[in-house]
Each structure stands twice: as C-alpha cells, then as structure tokens.
C-alpha cells in the first residue's frame, strides 16, 4: 500500500473541507498498520477530534441476508433527501478480503447511496484481526465525522464479537432481523440482542407482512425476558420494509428517540467515556501486538526459536523468554529488557 508522501496539515485541512479524495486518502491511512503510517495516522486524528463528537452513530447488525445494505441503502437515502445529511457507512467484517465475494459495504448493493455526492460508503478493511478492523474503524468514524457528516452507520455482519466491538463505538445499535429465519433464537444465543438498543423486523412487505408483525411480537417478549435495565428503557421492536420504505420512518425515529433519552440523563456522555477508556486499552493492547508482530528483530528471533522447536536446542519457555527479550529490546523501557 502506497500512500507516501503524506503532509499531515494539507491532509486535514482537505478532511475538513470535505474533500471525497482526501478522506479516501485518510481511511488508507488509519487502515494501515505500517509504524510509519500509524504516527502519521495519529497525529492527523489528534488534529481531526475537535472536529467531532455531533454525529449520529448508529451499528446496525443481522445475520447475513437480513437486508443491511439494502436497508443502508434505502435509510442512507431517506436521511439524505429528508433532513438534508450527509451520511457515512463504514463497515466491520473481519473475514473481508475486498477482493472476495461477501463484502459489507459493497458498492454493487448499495447502488444509489453510493451515487449520491451527500454519501461516503467505505468497504471493511480487509482480513487481520478484529482488533485491527475495529480500530481502523473506530479512527475512520473520526476522519468522517471530521469532514462533516451528521450519520455514521457501521455495519456489521451478525456473528457476535464483531457486534461487541462495534457496540463499543456507536450511540445506537440497530439489530435487523427477519421473520421465520429463527434467528431471532440464535441472536439470544450469542447474546446479540443484549446489545441491540432498537429491532427491526425487515421486509415486513408482501406475503412476509403478517409474519413480520407475529416475529416482532415474539422478539418483544424475548427482548424483555434479556433487558437488563427493563424498567428504566423498553427495547422497541418495530417492523419495516427497505422494497416499500414502510417502517423507515418509524425505525430512524426509535433512533432518535433513543439518543434522546441517553442525552436526557447524561448517559450518551458517559457511555462515550467508557467507549474511551475501552478504546483506549484497546490501542494500548493492539499497538503491542502489532509491533510484536510486525517488529523485523522480533520476527527474526522468532523465527530462529520456531524452526528450533521439537529439537534439543529450544522450549518454548526459553524461546518465549528470547522473544520477549528481543521485543523489549525493540521497544525500549518494557521490564523484560
Ligand atoms: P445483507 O446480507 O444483510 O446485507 O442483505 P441484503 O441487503 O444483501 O439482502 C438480502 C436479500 O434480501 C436480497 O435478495 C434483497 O433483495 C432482499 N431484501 C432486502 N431488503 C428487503 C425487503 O425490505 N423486502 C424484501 N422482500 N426483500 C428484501
């Protein structure tokens, strides 16, 4: 990945004016897990956060096939054309390859939001960690609340520790569902639908119509049965279809509704501070790993120790030990030096 050279100031000044080239150029950047670009990286965001902190962020999570970019596509629209905004979609899909088939925030399925000028619809960085995704998301929601746009949506395909992380770093999260997938069940399961602020049973349209409506009184019932804070807040579960738009309306307001009501006890404040303090070990544990990875002295000892392993001459004890050493020597001050 090239994206040398890069002049931090010019970069941010471009951010800010909205420039559609320059924020591709800044996502590139915070992707990149390069040292050289990650100090560029931080000292861009250090110049873009005062320029946040108005959008609405919004997650948004279903099983493969629930409908998300179709919903994102025609919501993204809706926003645009009804209140004027400019909306961001980013995504967090640790198993996208970009170059693979099933990619979140594929151009193809979002065909009108993607043509519209008032619009920004960034793929998931590709493979890597969760870690990695979640944090080049996280700083890529700063770059497009910076260049302002009002509605971040992060997508999220609904398979559990990708909807954790993305829970980590949106006001709301919207949880699509479908009826008769019995999906509603596994989201229970893994504990999805503890996080989900907002439900929507999607393709409430046609045949699926009175499906729908019997589904979302069921996950109703389910969602009161997994609140923990059930007499403060009920988890509403709505029906909507992206093919009639019925529903939208309803969906986009439950959201607004419920940043409301964060911001009405002084819970959005908080709930953002605790999204700092989880952010900020996050960075702390990610930059480790990715120096203990990316380090060519680390990897070089490393290498030696794992093609040693199974002979007389290396255990993994020692070999952690020399690891761990030439990591220390790597990044000095760490106690193992
Ligand atoms: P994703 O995998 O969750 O992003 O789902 P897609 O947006 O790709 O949609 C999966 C399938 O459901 C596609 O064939 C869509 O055309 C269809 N679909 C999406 N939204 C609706 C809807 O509101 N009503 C109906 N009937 N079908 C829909």
């Known amino acids: 990945m090239v994206i040398m050279p890069i002049d931090v100031p010019e970069l941010v000044e471009q951010v800010l004016a909205g420039s559609r080239q320059h924020i591709a150029k800044a996502l590139t950047l915070v992707e990149s897990s390069k040292p050289a670009h990650r100090e560029k ?71 009108d939001l993607c043509n519209r000028d008032e619009a920004f619809v960034r793929p998931s960085p590709s493979g890597g960690h969760l870690g990695g995704v979640a944090r080049a998301t996280r700083e890529a929601m700063i770059v497009m609340e910076a260049a302002g ?63 729908a409506r019997v589904s979302a009184r069921d996950l109703s019932i389910a969602m009161k049965l997994v609140s923990s804070d059930a007499d403060k807040r009920r988890v509403p579960v709505l029906t909507c279809s992206s093919y009639t738009k019925e529903g939208l309306d309803d969906v986009w307001q439950a959201i607004v509704d419920h940043r409301a009501y964060l911001e009405a006890d ?41 093609a040693g392993l199974g002979t007389e001459a290396t255990n993994a004890l020692e070999g952690a030990e020399q690891i761990l050493r030439a990591f220390a020597h790597a990044v000095p001050g760490l106690p193992w030096a």
């Open 149 to 211: 746009y009002n509605v971040v949506l992060v997508e999220t395909v609904g398979v559990g520790q990708s909807e954790v992380a993305v829970a980590g770093m949106v006001d709301t999260f919207l949880m699509l569902s479908v009826a008769g997938t019995g999906d509603q069940l596994q989201g229970i399961k893994k504990g999805i639908l503890e996080l989900a602020d907002v439900v929507a049973v999607n393709k409430a349209d046609g045949d699926n119509a009175g499906n």
């Open 41 to 111: 990286a931080r000292e861009m965001l250090r110049l873009l956060a005062p320029h946040t902190g108005d959008a609405i962020r919004v997650g948004i999570s279903g099983v493969p096939g629930a409908g998300k970019s179709t919903f994102i596509n025609a919501m993204g629209t809706k926003l645009i054309d009804e209140f004027n905004y400019k909306v961001a979609v980013l995504a967090v899909d640790p198993s996208s390859t970009r170059t693979g088939g099933s990619i979140l925030g594929d151009r193809t399925r979002m065909g």
């Open 266 to 306: 002084g819970s959005l404040q908080a709930r953002r501070i605790e999204q700092q303090r989880e952010w900020l070990w996050n960075m702390v544990r990610n930059e480790i790993l990715e120096s203990l990875d990316t380090d060519p002295s680390v990897q070089q000892v490393a290498e030696k120790i794992e």
